[in-house]
């Protein structure tokens, strides 16, 4: 029988930055734990631990429910669990590196997902798409008819702290004044387009598959605040500028492995511009198996499958 933990950062007891955001953020992690554990759950020899916490006390039926003990940082907590599992699964935000941290307090016998390098260079997305553009991949560096700009956390996680500006010039106070405060930010042409994701089941050594491309909503309100509104699984069928891209990222990328999602904008001129790439389990991952009629899950663990690491 195989151990397998899920921990995911919000429903483990992560801390983020106020209860607004906690609030904002708290349903889509319930929803890709939940997910990826009911799919677990349906692979044969296979049992579940998911991390819980006083804001989500709960885990889908039939998997076994593990808190931190008291007073136990989240950190020592996952890394405790995992080491007690066979495989463990882990989404958690890049913000202030914490995926890389607990990629890096996880055995790699363990790990299931992208090499913490790979995870490293997806962390920053100014690295992110300096990699990309120079691998030929079009992201919003190649934008010079920008009508607008956004500024966002380098690192962040969803639409938080986002901001579009209609003047280059106040793009750049706000960069500036962000810089100030010591928080690592990035200014970009707002790209115009239909925002789309694509998942990919990454195999390691630059191949990608295209499991579902996917319909974002996004909403800007009158003062340029981003929203992100949620996500249209299984959207559109995977046009072939779509894989190429899929492809040319998980080349440019070493280390992508398993469930990776892009985010890109369809641009009416230029076709698919790449704005970032996260490195782990997204929100579009909720469904779809179901959608795809494929065990994902299972197929995600063939990726990593390895002797048992207990006895």
């Given amino acids: 029988m195989k151990r397998v933990f899920v921990f995911e950062y919000?429903?483990?007891?992560?801390?983020?930055?106020?209860?607004?955001e906690r609030d904002e953020l708290m349903p889509m992690g319930r929803l890709m734990r939940d997910a990826l554990v009911a799919d677990l759950l349906t692979v044969p020899g296979v049992q579940?631990?998911?991390?819980?916490?006083?804001?989500?006390?709960e885990v889908p039926a039939g998997a076994r429910g593990v808190a931190a003990r008291t007073g136990e940082a989240t950190l020592d907590f996952m890394a405790r669990e995992s080491a007690a599992h066979d495989l463990a699964c882990v989404v958690a935000p890049e913000t202030g590196g914490l995926l890389l941290k607990?990629?890096?307090?996880?055995?790699?016998?363990?790990?299931?997902?992208?090499?913490?390098?790979?995870?490293?260079?997806?962390?920053?997305?100014?690295?992110?798409?300096?990699?990309l553009d120079a691998a030929g991949v079009c992201t919003p560096l190649a934008i010079t008819e920008a009508r607008r700009w956004v500024v966002k956390p380098?690192?962040?996680?969803?639409?938080?702290?986002?901001?579009?500006?209609?003047?280059h010039?106040?793009?750049?106070?706000?960069?500036?004044?962000?810089?100030?405060?010591?928080?690592?930010?990035?200014?970009?042409?707002?790209?115009?387009?239909?925002?789309l994701s694509l998942s990919l089941l990454c195999r390691g050594a630059g191949e990608a598959e295209?499991?579902?491309?996917?319909?974002q909503q996004v909403a800007v309100d009158a003062q340029g605040a981003v929203r992100f509104l949620g996500v249209q699984v299984n959207a559109l069928p995977a046009a072939q500028a779509l894989?190429?891209?899929?492809?040319?990222?998980?080349?440019?990328?070493?280390?992508?492995?398993?469930?990776?999602?892009?985010?890109?904008?369809?641009h009416a001129q230029h076709g698919p511009v790449v704005i970032e790439v996260n490195p782990r389990i997204t929100c579009a991952y909720a469904g779809l198996s179901a959608a795809l009629e494929r065990p994902l899950a299972a197929e995600l663990l063939a990726l990593f499958e390895r002797e048992p690491a207990h006895a």
């Fill in 48 to 57: 579940v631990s998911a991390a819980l916490c006083r804001h989500a006390p």
């Fill in 102 to 131: 607990y990629s890096r307090c996880v055995s790699p016998a363990r790990w299931v997902g992208c090499s913490p390098q790979a995870i490293a260079l997806a962390s920053s997305k100014q690295a992110t798409l300096r990699q």
């Fill in 10 to 20: 919000l429903t483990g007891g992560g801390e983020v930055g106020s209860d607004a």
């Fill in 169 to 195: 010039e106040a793009a750049l106070q706000d960069l500036q004044a962000r810089t100030r405060r010591g928080e690592p930010a990035t200014l970009e042409p707002w790209v115009e387009g239909d925002a």
């Fill in 243 to 266: 894989t190429q891209v899929a492809e040319a990222v998980a080349r440019a990328l070493p280390g992508l492995k398993g469930f990776v999602g892009i985010d890109l904008v369809w």
């Fill in 154 to 167: 380098d690192d962040g996680a969803g639409a938080i702290d986002t901001r579009v500006h209609h003047r």
């Fill in 210 to 215: 295209v499991l579902s491309v996917n319909s």
